[in-house]
């Protein structure tokens, strides 16, 4: 039997996902990239927290997809900029760069179609909240100034 709640989809397939990404490590460093992306699944999971107001739980959601954006924009940018320096190992962990930028471009595709998913089940959720989430062309004349 398979337990199915948002919840509990979320912290396996945060285990599995980050397990997979260092089953080859030899050492005991964690690279921080992989660590970083454990992190933010982490606080997305606190989206799922029904004991957490739900704008806060709204805020988690955000939290997450703008450290998302800051991690390609120094995370990634760094690897590219180490391969394309010619160096092939990533320093103070030993992993190929090749090889850890294509598993850390792979986690972070997996960590954004998470934040929709996770965003679409609090939408759905709103009016049980007894709140109401309006897009722009909804606003009044008083909301728009």
């Known amino acids: 039997m398979k337990l199915k709640t948002p919840i509990f ?3 396996l397939s945060l285990n599995l996902t980050t397990k997979k990404i260092i089953s080859h ?3 005991r460093y ?5 660590s970083w992306l454990s992190f933010n699944e982490r606080v997305l999971l606190k989206a799922y927290d029904k004991a957490i ?3 806060e739980r709204l805020r988690f959601v955000t939290i997450s997809s703008e450290n998302l954006d800051e991690f390609y924009m120094v995370r ?4 590219l900029q180490l391969i394309s320096q010619g ?6 962990t030993g992993m190929r760069a090749d090889e850890l930028l294509k598993s850390v471009l792979s986690a972070s595709k997996d960590l954004k179609n998470k934040q929709q998913k ?3 089940y609090l939408l759905n959720q709103e009016e049980d909240c007894n ?5 722009e062309n909804q606003w009044n004349k008083n909301e728009l100034k």
Do not use: M, N, Q
């Open 9 to 11: 989809e979320a912290k």
């Open 25 to 27: 490590k030899k050492d």
């Open 87 to 92: 160096s092939k190992i990533v320093p103070e």
């Open 131 to 135: 709140v109401s989430i309006l897009f």
């Open 118 to 120: 996770c965003l679409k």
């Open 30 to 34: 964690f690279d921080r990239e992989i």
């Open 53 to 55: 107001p739900f704008g």
């Open 76 to 79: 990634i940018a760094g690897l």
